[in-house]
């Protein structure tokens, strides 16, 4: 993947991570959308990220956002950091050796 593609996966995962967030800024309203937004994030997911990786991400981003108190964790920014940096560097050491 071109490095282009890569840093706008990133700037759509700070910005969905950014709307899974909205639900703490307004009250009352946000555990509605968190009911929109958690399947919408899963499809999100799998759309960004193909595979078993991406399924097994949007089952996460699902379970994050739907469940009380979990939106601050920044589902779709774990998800591209663990694909472009993380298993990078796994491949990498892999690679050398």
């Known amino acids: 993947m071109n490095t282009e593609n890569k840093y706008k996966k ?20 946000g555990e509605f959308l968190d009911l929109v937004w958690a399947p919408a994030s899963a499809y999100l997911m799998t759309k960004m990220y193909k595979g078993k990786k991406g399924k097994i991400a949007a089952a996460v981003s699902f379970i994050e956002e739907i469940a009380p108190g979990l939106d601050v964790i920044p589902t779709f920014t774990i998800m591209w950091l663990y694909t472009y940096v993380f298993s990078t560097r796994t491949v990498e050491k892999t690679i050398d050796v």
């Open 10 to 29: 990133l700037a759509l995962s700070l910005v969905f991570d950014a709307i899974g967030y909205i639900s703490f800024i307004v009250p009352g309203v």
